[in-house]
């Protein structure tokens, strides 16, 4: 296992693929991530999530991992898996379909990042926003033309991790995302429209 340290750590990145799912199981450990999660709340309805917290949720998300879709990719140093992201198109997330604060915008084809994990000995060391911007590529490399994401605005200066899993703003700013809409106080809607950056890196040469 490397050792943490206060640089920025070297990472490399891979899509979530059935052989890869032990190293999903090793980060997210006994509590799936975070409350017996496992990446399913946008995934179910809300009454099937609670109904699986932990084993079940764990069962249905190991279902999509083993079916090989790729719902994410993980961060690594050496061989240790240290960061989580997860991104699919939008229509993947049933819950996300029927929140109101997180509706559609348009009717534009987007792909969602709708989770971020980073191992504790990793946080606040600036693995965010790299992985957002592999998310980026990821989706990118699948067709995606536009990448959302949904951060929170910390409600205080030393706001608790499990509630910033969602990431936050300075995170996708970092990584490229501009806020497009806000209909509450504390969650942005953030995008990063893929052709637009393609196009200025191409000015750039």
Not at 17 to 31: I, N, P
Not at 161 to 168: V, Y
Request: include cysteine; proline fraction near 8%; charged fraction near 30%.
């Amino acid at each position: 296992m490397a050792q943490p340290t206060n640089r920025l750590p070297d990472l490399k990145f891979h899509p979530c693929t059935s052989a890869r799912w032990s190293d999903l199981e090793e980060l997210f450990g006994e509590r799936g991530a975070c409350g017996g999660c496992w990446c399913m709340f946008w995934r179910l309805p809300r009454k099937g999530f609670d109904a699986g917290k932990g084993a079940g949720n764990k069962r249905a998300f190991k279902k999509i991992v083993s079916a090989d879709r790729e719902p994410g990719i993980l961060a690594y140093v050496g061989k240790e898996p240290v960061g989580w992201c997860a991104v699919a198109p939008r229509e993947d997330y049933v819950a996300l379909e029927r929140s109101r604060i997180l509706k559609p915008l348009d009717d534009q084809a987007v792909w969602s990042i709708s989770c971020l994990f980073i191992k504790r000995p990793y946080r606040r060391r600036g693995v965010s926003p790299q992985l957002l911007k592999a998310a980026v590529e990821f989706a990118a490399e699948r067709g995606a033309k536009i990448v959302e994401g949904y951060p929170v605005e910390p409600s205080m200066e030393s706001m608790p991790d499990p509630f910033l899993w969602h990431g936050i703003p300075s995170a996708f700013k970092t990584a490229g995302f501009a806020e497009v809409l806000r209909r509450s106080k504390s969650r942005p809607i953030m995008r990063f429209n893929v052709k637009s950056a393609t196009a200025q890196r191409r000015a750039q040469r």
